[in-house]
Structures are given as C-alpha cells and as structure tokens.
C-alpha cells in the first residue's frame, strides 16, 4: 500500500561509458532506431463498454455512474470485459517493432544478486539474496560472519509461478522459533506459519485472515492482528472491519487463539501489537486511519494480571516507542514537534510535562531511531535525503556517519549488547549496498556490494528547488546521462506520489536504466502530501488542500519545459497508488501538458474509495463523500469524475491487477471506460490488467520484467524515441 519537491541544477561533463556499456547501449539504440522506420497499424478498437443508470445524491447533486457494474469483480460480464480490454492493450503493444529488445535488455539489467543487511538471532546471522531472476529472494543462514551461507527458507517452491511471496519474518526472543509470513496473488491477505530454526521443519500452526499485521513474540507464542473472515466470494472487495489482536500459543490450533484487545465502538478503528526487545513490556498501538496519528496503550508484564493502560489519547500526533530504558520509554514523537524529537518518560506519569527531551526537534526532519550498545543511531531527512548521527543516550551528538553520497539508508537494527550493526544505502545510479558498522569505532566498512550491468559514472543526479503555483519551493531530483544537451527534446518521465506522509528518497531502479541510457531524463518530484519536511509539509497537501499536491506537479511539469529538459511531446508522467490518483487528477486536469500518462493502481473514484476492503482508512488523509463539506472539494478533482466528453487526452497506459485487494481494480476499470468513451484525440487509451498480482507487492520478478518491459514499450513509442533525426 503507503512529499517535497526538488528540481537540479544540471552538470555538463564529457560521457564515461566503458565500451562493453557502449556496446550494449548502442546496440539497442540502433535496434530502436532501425525498428522506428516501420509503420505498424496502430489504430486501436475498444470494446464495447455497456452503462447503467445508475446515479447517487451527495447532498442535492445527482452523480451519475454508468460504470458501476465494473465494481463486481467476480462477475462473469466483468471477466469479459477484463479480457477483451487485455487482448486490445496486448494486441497495440505487439505492435511495438522493438518490445522484445527491451525485454532482453532489462533482463539484463534486473540479472544481479541483490541482498538484505543481515541480522543476528539466536548467535546465527540471517540475510536474504535474489540470484537476479529469482522470481522470490531466498533466506539464508550462517553461523557467523566468515562462515558459508546454507538456504533457510526458499519461498519459490511454495509456488511454480512465484505468485507466493515471503512478506515478513519475526523470530523468538532466543532465535529458535521463526514465525514467518507469506501473501498469495499480491493480495494484501496474510497467512502465518512457524519453522524451527534449529531443525528447519516446519511446525503445525497456521494464521489466516490477517492483514496488515507482524508478529510480535512473547514466551512461547505471539501476538497478532487479524479481521473477521470475509464472506466467501468477496475476500478481495468486502469492507475489513473491527480489527482485533489475538496472541497465539504455538501447538494449539488458531481457534483457540487468546483474543487481546479489540474495540466494538470503533469498526474502522486499526490495532497493531508490539513489544520492548526485553519482552517486558506489550504495546498495542490504535490508528482510525492510514495517515493519522496514534493511540497507544500498554501492559507491563513484570506485574501479574495488569490490564492494557491508555498511555496517549486521540489520533492527532504520532507517538512511536524505541524501546524501554529499564522501566522508562523512549519515544520518538511529533506531539510539538512536527518534524519529530526523541523523548524519555515514566508510564506511570506519560503526562508532556513530565517528558525529558533528549534529542530536541532539528530543521531536518528525524526519520527513525536505533538503540544499540547504549547509542542511539537517529536517521534524519534533508531535501529528501537520509542522514545519519550517533548520539549518546543522553542526547549528545557524537558524530555523522558518512554516507556515499545523497540517498537512502536503512538497517541498524540489533540487539541491545550489539556492538555491530548493518545498514543498507542506495541512491539513483548506486546499487544497493551493503556496509558494517562498528557502534564503538564508528567505522563503516562496504560488507556486501551488488554490480549490475550498467555504468553509474555515465549519469548525473541533480537536484532542483521549482516554485508552485502559490510561491512555495518544492525539491525535484532529476537524472540522466552527463554531457546530455537540454534542447527541449530529451524524452522525461517524471515520477512522483505526494500523500500519507510518505517520502520519496533517492533508490535504484534496475527498471529504469534502460530508460536513461537511451537519453531518457529521469524526475522525481518530492511534492507537499508526503513526509519529507515533516508532518506541516504532510498536511500541506492533505483533505481540502490535496490540491497544492496537483499544482506541485503541473509545476514540476512545467518547470521541465521551461528549463528546456523536455516539452510537451516528450513527456511521461507516472505514479501509483495515491500517485496514480495524482496522475488521473493531472491528467484532467491539464491534459494538453504531457505525451504520456501512467496511473498504476490508482484511487480514481473519489467518491466510493472508501465502501471497498480498506478504503475508509483513507478519509484522514482525503476526507469522505459522505461528509457535505468534504463531497464538495473531492468532486473537484476525482479522477474519475472529472473526465469530460470531447477532450484530446495523452496517450495513457493504466495498470492494475485482479488480486488488488488494497485499492481495487474497479478504480481503473471505471476510469479506462470512461476515457475510452469521452476522449476525442488520436492517442491510445489502454489498461493492462495483470492477473495474480495485486498493490504490487511481492509481485515475482518475472511479471515486474513483464510489466516494465510493457510500460516502457508503450512510453517509447509515444515519445518517438530513438527516432531518426
């Protein structure tokens, strides 16, 4: 499931490219070049979409929706349609002369192994790898860090095709139990299994029908969160309410699970279970939405039959514990501070004013917090990249750990006494990396690296500051070979999301070298909506002023075209989830702006998101229709609703997935019937419905290389790439 903008100022420098990447590369731009002096049909006839009518009142004004029939999946007339509009989309993109070039060359691209940062339970260290092709990454033990890894926990032989993902790991306390989690078709459904670490045999228990939950162990069992089970027929589409937290004891059958807490009061209320690393203390923490703040409760363990006691009330701030400092908690929270501040309290007095604040809120934005050997490892955010200091334990700032350059880290997890920790760091044009760090020393050494087919001193990575429409400056990354000319012709593909305080950070994307090495420009634009200056900069871009997240975007859009990366005829906008949202709103919005639109997976229907699975999570961050204040600004720019008969639309791929149990396939559905219906211009209107997939996770890797190597197929046909000058 689940943002600040920033452009770069751009560095000319002569290309470095190793003549084996050359090869390659010129290679395919010949392929490409040569395919182009073909002239396919590309006409494309859409199926028949029939209509109902079917209208709703929101508070005096009649909404229609002819496409309501679309919302049953399971519907025979509904399959139908899902395989005329696939045969469509397949039949225009078989068309594309160079389609299995660039099948070829991502696999390529995606063929290196790629790996966790390890971590250690019970004196073993545990890590997953991907070969490269794998379609699932493996798990992998070894007795210690010079010793030879032996194969734990091989998710690809749970099924042929890779559709069974291995999403979640948590062992006991003393490393001999591992509770593990798998999902089946990229639905967001949890099923949970024990394997003995020691003998490596699976045990006799079994969860289902959790959702969105971990597994927090405590003694001989854990705790878990889980809905009630949905009618047979719409496990995919039913509302998921009244989440409980149960504790399971292992042997005993999920029927006689112990049930923890639950809220009859409160049906869309969520509740997740955790523990301090000393099994001390159980915390359970409440959410009434997927971007609120938190409740949080807790039970001492140390104290026979004590009840769970309300620690903080309300969802208005965010109140996350590190871990207990004997009977104190330490806690990272942005009660007063929005962009976070790191706190120590008695349980027993959880009052502010008895709070000690032992890391005070910065200008940066304070990520996450690691507590090792008596330090804390504090991840900051500045302009939308991470970096990291240690602390003492009584808030004084030791030093910075040098990190490669602007980008992603993630890791320093452990146990208390650990004196070594892990962490991972990436960027656009680094892999993901693997380093050690000394806790004691603070030295970092690179513990594993991947190299994949490609040549990161080719490209540049720039970073820009673009003002919105209303003056406020927005960060955008941008990417793309050195010594590229900005004529105003360079195919761009500009990616951004903006919402739910999600911030996007400098990654690797093996997907989208092959993009950049044939003169693609890569942006990413970190708009207002996510987290990356906190949780003003979130609420910026949230309910009533989900707007600004559109204006940042068209800006990010236009700014491109002004400083002459790109224009309008080679322009790709992209973006899933809440981003496929923000490119169905552009897309409306401003469709005379771009080539190309790419909503994946989006909420389209702002009216009716929340009456599907978890939907409702989302009114705190969008509001509902059925408040009369909150139906008058989403109708204004609901994706679906927003359409209008007669307009030239870009050429637009939408995805999506049958197993989509997070934001539904109806979304997509309803939105490609209407623009099939209403648009006037000459551009392709498609919608790829993948099957046994869902939100995107876990997906196997060869539907990802599929996928992509339909994306880009369709985005470089209708940027006119690699054509003759």
């Known amino acids: 499931m689940n943002l600040a903008l920033a452009l770069f100022s751009l560095i000319l420098a002569k290309i470095k ?22 002239s396919p049909d590309m006409s494309v006839i859409y199926p028949k979409t029939s209509t109902v009518d079917v209208k709703d009142n929101y508070f005096g004004t009649m909404v229609p929706d002819p496409y309501r029939w679309l919302e049953n999946d399971t519907a025979a007339n509904v399959k139908d349609w899902v395989q005329q509009e696939n045969a469509v989309t397949q039949g225009y993109l078989s068309k594309i002369p160079y389609r299995d070039a660039i099948h070829k060359r991502l696999t390529e691209l995606w063929n290196y192994p790629r790996y966790s940062a390890p971590f250690k339970k019970g004196g073993k260290y545990y890590f997953s790898k991907n070969d490269g092709l794998q379609n699932q990454s493996v798990m992998y033990v070894q007795d210690n860090l010079d010793g030879t890894p032996r194969e734990f926990f091989n998710p690809n032989t749970l099924s042929a095709d890779g559709t069974v993902a291995f999403t979640g790991d948590a062992f006991s306390k003393d490393g001999k139990k591992m509770a593990y989690i798998i999902q089946r078709s990229g639905s967001d459904w949890q099923e949970v299994y024990v394997k003995d670490a020691e003998t490596g045999k699976k045990l006799s228990d079994s969860i289902r029908w959790a959702k969105f939950s971990g597994a927090a162990w405590q003694g001989n069992g854990f705790y878990y969160s889980r809905f009630d089970e949905p009618k047979a027929g719409n496990e995919l589409v039913q509302q998921n309410k009244f989440q409980k937290i149960f504790y399971h004891r292992l042997g005993q059958p999920q029927s006689m699970d112990s049930l923890v807490y639950k809220d009859d009061a409160h049906a869309d209320w969520g509740f997740g279970a955790d523990l301090t690393r000393d099994e001390r203390f159980v915390l359970v923490s409440g959410s009434e939405g997927a971007s609120s703040g938190n409740q949080l409760y807790y039970k001492d363990n140390q104290k026979p039959g004590s009840k769970f006691t309300k620690l903080f009330d309300g969802f208005k701030y965010t109140y996350d514990i590190v871990d207990n400092v004997g009977d104190k908690f ?6 007063g501070a929005p962009k976070n501040e790191l706190v120590i309290f008695d349980p027993q007095k959880p009052e502010k004013a008895d709070w000690k604040i032992i890391v005070p809120e910065k200008d940066e934005t304070m990520v996450s917090v690691g507590y090792l050997s008596g330090k804390l490892i504090i991840t900051y955010m500045k302009d939308a990249s991470h970096h990291i200091y240690q602390y003492d334990i009584d808030g004084k700032m030791e030093h910075e ?25 990436t960027s656009f044009t680094y892999p993901p990396t693997i380093f050690k760090y000394n806790v004691l020393t603070g030295k970092s050494t690179i513990f594993r690296k991947s190299d994949v087919k490609f040549n990161p001193e080719d490209y540049v990575t720039e970073q820009v500051f673009y003002p919105s429409k209303d003056g406020t400056k927005i960060p955008m990354f941008i990417v793309h070979k050195k010594g590229l000319v900005m004529d105003g012709n360079n195919p761009t593909y500009l990616y951004a999301y903006g919402g739910f305080n999600i911030s996007l950070n400098p990654s690797f994307s093996a997907s989208r070298i092959v993009f950049l090495e044939n ?28 707007q600004n997240v559109f204006d940042d975007f068209i800006a990010a859009a236009e700014y491109l075209i ?22 169905g709103a552009c897309e409306t919005q401003r469709p005379d702006l771009y080539k190309v639109c790419l909503p994946a997976v989006g909420v389209m229907d702002m009216l009716r998101f929340h009456k599907f699975t978890i939907g409702y999570a989302w009114a705190s961050e969008y509001g509902s229709s059925d408040s009369a204040s909150q139906f008058n600004y989403l109708i204004k720019y609901s994706p679906l609703h927003n359409l209008k008969k007669g307009v030239s639309y870009p050429a637009t791929l939408i995805t999506t997935a049958d197993h989509d149990d997070r934001v539904v396939p109806a979304h997509s559905f309803k939105y490609a019937a209407t623009l099939q219906a209403d648009n006037a211009g000459p551009n392709p209107e498609l919608i790829r419905i993948d099957s046994k997939a869902g939100h995107g996770g876990g997906k196997p890797t060869t539907k990802q290389i599929d996928e992509w190597t339909d994306v880009w197929s369709f985005v470089f046909y209708n940027l006119n790439m690699n054509t003759p000058k």
């Open 330 to 335: 330490l806690m990272m929270t942005n009660d």
């Open 562 to 583: 002004k400083e002459k990366y790109t224009s309008t005829p080679k322009l790709a906008i992209a973006g899933g989830s809440n981003g496929g949202l923000l490119i």
């Open 17 to 38: 490219v190793s003549m084996k990447l050359y090869k390659i590369t010129f290679a395919v731009v010949v392929f490409l070049s040569a395919c182009t002096h073909q």
């Open 401 to 425: 750990i040098t990190l490669p350059g602007p980008g992603s880290v993630g890791g320093f997890g452990g146990e208390r006494e650990d004196t070594a920790t892990f962490y991972s760091y």
């Open 519 to 546: 003169g693609g420009i890569f942006a990413l634009a970190n708009l207002r909506g996510g987290g990356e200056y906190g949780e003003e900069w979130h609420k910026a871009g949230m309910k009533e002023k989900k």
